[in-house]
């Protein structure tokens, strides 16, 4: 059973640093496209950052130069570094991914998502 389990959210004031984390679980072949998406209250979830297998990134534009992604193939773990917060970041952070894993039918591909963590930036 695969898990995408986030963590690292909280109460931080404007200016101040959060590290998300986002840990998979299971028995996986591999993690395709792992993404860090937003919502915030009364919005639509929205992609903030995607990073490649061979390490290549992509950032909303709101983020760019205040949030770098990135992965620990080893531990399959993807993080989300964020700097600079504002209050408009307040949002709940999701990460996602495409996650192969080996089953007694096949190779099987499926989207996953993770629960989600609360980040509050304060003005």
């Known amino acids: 059973q695969v898990q995408l389990v986030e963590s690292g959210g909280g109460l931080v004031q404007t200016g101040g640093s959060l590290r998300l984390s986002c840990a998979v679980s299971g028995s996986i072949l591999s993690i395709n496209k792992p993404a860090w998406h937003r919502q915030a209250p009364g919005k639509q979830r929205e992609l903030v950052a995607t990073?490649?297998?061979?390490?290549?990134?992509n950032y909303a534009d709101s983020v760019k130069g205040r949030f770098t992604i990135s992965r620990d193939n080893a531990k399959n773990t993807v993080y989300l570094q964020m700097n600079d917060l504002q209050p408009e970041d307040t949002a709940v952070y999701y990460c996602?991914?495409?996650?192969?894993?080996?089953?007694?039918?096949?190779?099987?591909?499926?989207?996953?998502w993770g629960q989600g963590t609360q980040v509050t930036v304060s003005s």
């Open positions: 996602n991914a495409h996650i192969w894993v080996a089953t007694t039918v096949g190779t099987i591909g499926n989207d996953y």
């Open positions: 990073i490649t297998s061979d390490g290549g990134t």
